[in-house]
């Protein structure tokens, strides 16, 4: 039987999650968002970020993304990414095709520096060029990074300085939270950003993004864009029943804490064994650096994905831990890792 | 204790659903809706409509509606559609966000008719205005009514005379299948259509909608276009899962039989007691023009939708049912109804 | 030979405007009409209508219109146009490219009622159907009517009360500002408008439209929508070598007097040999109602448009007039009309 | 005096452009680009490059590269084109704003490579990314330099290779064509690429561009295009005078030499005062590199662009000719020029 770290959307719902939607499933509820459930995740979730924040929730990641950005931008401006983004990479040009370029510069550990925020601002002068209004940046990133708050402080400042939105998707936003070396609250991102997002699908939840909107350009009229863009849910509270119930106990910090544990047994396996990170990532994706032989050993047990080739013999992969990832699946994956390391 | 009758989408999913998502919650699958459940769902949707058809899945209806018309039109084309018609009316513009025009036409009973097709087709001759490429209409339509076969096939015989695609928004076609005067079966979609949705999210499904595409201009690349539109779900299998159950024993009908049932239950009960009808709906949604006083009476136990004021002392309302509203829930209304009208 | 009243850029530009244009021709400017002449037109136009005005210069109407709209307008709003508006009918949907609906309204008389404007307010009510947020129109309307001041104060008030901004369409404003009925000046377009056109390509130009803008949310970055829409002309000077001609001396007010003078002679004519008028218009563009067979025999000696058959055996046509038509091509034709239904 | 090095639109036209619209100003033609002169250019063009061409002309060169682009591309589809290229660089985002990612490549001496075109193609792998289709290139490019014969055939190959559509943009192609060093034709661009511009506002022109389309997929249904996205002229005619004029008597070919005749001096000047050259150009536009002292005297002169600072005390400028600069413009600036080397 082949385990799969490929990703952390590979089952289906936390129990909790399950029970509370058998739970509510007979009760009829007005459509669009607009009933209690709802209602009582969004009080929730503004007690636990600021009470000025406007809070909407819909299915997926790059649907949050695509009506956050287009909610924010005039035509002609554009959005700053490192060129890992996934808005950049991963979305099928979803923001190019709402009308906005993506301004991509070069990451440092998949995040974008304050400099280059900075030359992106001086390389765009006048009208002949898109003008950069928004700064997109991941936490944890694309790599399993995270920003310090002292750097989100920094590309806040950045931001205010240059007039600039800043916007932290936060798809895996559980993970981060609840990461060893984690120093950013979700007070501080409604404190730092003009939106963020918090993830559910990957964290706990069925499916379904919150999105916290600290700022009044963005608040405007927000859930007509979430109307127009195909992303208002005619059941709304199975989003608002979901988020509840992340937020209600920490639950959300719970699926966090699990995904992270897993993935350092799976890092330390990983070093215990004398492999290489390609990444120190302290986050639930750990993207060791392996040879092809161990590689293709490994292949026959476990599901995970081939990153990037380092050279012409190792190859680093992506292992995805979540909330739904069993202890005994990480220690066993290192036992096995062992024996085959050992085997050699 | 007051009941809803003001959508078909108040409460959440069939109880087979919940059991098969419940069933398959810790399995793991590959995400995206290349997991086995959805081809499963696929094959047995081609089965039933065409074996030459594609079958994609998403998670709402104006989504499925916004990416079908745009992947299929060049950006000078428009859709033809009744005034009355959802892409028209109800999804703030998603059409003309995504670049395209909809030629709106008036309807008859909610119908787009084949004369007023070929009169929009007449009207655009030029590149001075867009391009009519693609008819779209509803079954049933935005006020219940249903296309027969014989003008479904008028219809598809009008739009290949004039090189125009056809596509049928089934948002609630469990009840169009399920209507005691529909001739219209799923292989005739498959026929006569370009593309056709089948609804899930108002057919006892817990959300989503399945996309039926038999013109290969609609075809090529279309996975690109979901993603694109942030409508490509990460854990796609919850689309295959439900629509799989829908379809292996015949739930789809069941859930639009029902919804029928009840439906005439209330349709019975506003002639019985004497009050016309604004559109004679032989499927879930019923129009009822009742005095305002009456409705006064009536809001007190129901919810329902004001439709649109027929004279100042008459008013057009809209009662809909579906697979969850219990018989006797109908059946109470009826008595409710007969009372109140026998006070007066 | 034939003689052609097809319509008003039959022919180049008048020969100030050539001249103007060969006298500067060697002369060495900056780029993107930040030169001196369009810096002289821009004070000019100011001058004439308002000194808080914001003046651009582009090539065409078409382009005017959709920077214009595509500015003031996020994502989900719409503007309200008369159902004969040039936006609806004739520019292939650019509107609609750029992503926002037209509702269209019927016209009286080709003029958007303040009636029609309340109407389309009223019917969009929330965050499932597009926003009404800007009012179209077009002095002198597509079919040569005229807005009274009454009328056009009636409107703006009409849009202050609901938040709409007002644009106005003077693409033949020439021919509007000096018909013998009307009372509307340059600077009441200033004053009721958010945005208005000054046409050039029909009124004298060789091509070429001013902009005028008073609402702060129009003006903000205009630069940068022109010349992303690629309206940015590299010799922007063209525009205001010919604009600051047209205005320096009431260019503009002769050319428009003489599309006038010999579109009344044609209107003159055909009222007199008994036809009537589809519409009563006083600007350079007729429409009488001819039968078919007086239409062939005129199609011999004169292009003309043909624009709705009325009847089996009548049709409106239309006659356009310019600043280049001489008079005596307007009496002869008088005298040939007068002929033609002599003979009959 | 101050005389301008700065671009090549600095004047308007030359001389016999200026009398051909003379000439022509009074005759009556239609419009929107269907009349005689147009038809006339259009022939003459395809004799000069393809039988198969389909010739439109606009007026400018961003509309030029949206509407092709946009044309070509379903939505999810990009461009790829050098990080230098002028769509990615100098048009605000038009693309972008059409809806498509630039997928932006490192350039060699700003000329897009195969390998990089392959390295674009193989980055996007499914439809989580966009998906290239098209690319795009410059001849000369942004910095003057050119595409061999057989740069060009290897770009093709790749292109047919990997399903890719080839467009060039010729804004400067009169300099390119006659240029010392080139060696691709009219006719290898007809050849060789999907579509292409031929520029007539840099080129002698007034104002204009050529677009020659080659490919079926472009060329159906292109005047919905122009007209849609603003860019068609009303008095189209004054594309077909200009174009004709250019190429009836090889004017194109004139305007391109004097360009780089004087460009040549220029270059020489520079490089006999023993400055060097950011990039070897054969074209009209010369990227000497120059201590910032000579460049503050020379400004008291001259206008040019300042390019970017290559170290601390020296800065790389733009020295840009055209068909209007003459010789002895050029001449005495390198007498200039060597008089102040020689002051220092």
């Keep these: 039987m082949i385990y799969s770290f490929k990703n ?52 997926g990641g790059t649907q949050a993304n695509l009506i956050v950005i287009t909610t924010a931008l005039r035509p002609y401006q554009a959005v700053i990414s490192a060129d890992s983004g996934h808005i950049n990479t991963h979305e099928t040009g979803a923001i190019e095709a709402g009308g906005h370029k993506v301004v991509a510069m070069p990451g440092e550990n998949g995040k974008l520096t304050v400099q280059n925020i900075e030359k992106a601002v001086a ?30 402080i920094k590309i806040h400042e950045c931001c205010k300085k240059h007039g600039l939105m800043l916007y932290i998707d936060g798809a895996r936003l559980a993970s981060a939270l609840t990461s060893d070396i984690n120093d950013v ?39 007509y864009m979430i109307k127009q863009r195909g992303a ?15 937020f209600k106990d920490d639950l959300y910090y719970e699926a966090g804490m699990q995904s992270n544990k897993t993935a350092m047994i799976i890092k330390s396996a990983f070093l215990n064994c004398g492999f290489k990170l390609l990444t120190d990532s302290h986050t639930n994706q750990q ?9 293709k ?26 909330w739904a990832t069993p202890t005994n699946a990480a220690e066993n994956f290192a036992d096995r890792l062992k024996e085959i390391t050992k085997g050699e």
């Design 185 to 223: 609250s979700l007070c501080d991102l409604a404190e730092y950003a003009d939106a963020f997002t918090i993830g559910g699908t990957k964290c706990g939840a069925m499916f379904g993004e919150a999105i916290v909107i600290m700022s009044d350009r963005i608040k405007e009229d927000f859930r």
């Design 287 to 295: 993207f060791p650096i392996i040879d092809n032989k161990t590689m």
């Design 8 to 59: 952390d959307y590979s089952e289906g719902a936390h129990p909790n999650i399950m029970k509370a939607l058998a739970d509510t499933n007979t009760l009829q509820t007005v459509g669009y968002g607009e009933d209690e459930y709802c209602e009582k995740a969004r009080e929730l979730i503004r007690k636990k970020t600021s009470e000025k924040a406007d809070v909407h929730f819909v299915v």
């Design 232 to 246: 208002m849910l005619a059941k709304g509270r199975l989003l608002g029943i979901q988020f509840y119930e992340l």
């Design 123 to 152: 390389e765009h002068t006048d009208e002949h060029m898109v003008q950069p209004k928004m700064v997109y940046i991941s936490q944890p990133t694309e790599i399993g990074t995270l920003y310090s708050k002292e750097e989100l």
């Design 297 to 322: 050993v490994l292949e026959k047990d476990y599901l995970f994905e081939t990153w990037c080739a380092t050279d012409d013999e190792h190859t680093a992969v992506r292992f995805v831990t979540s």
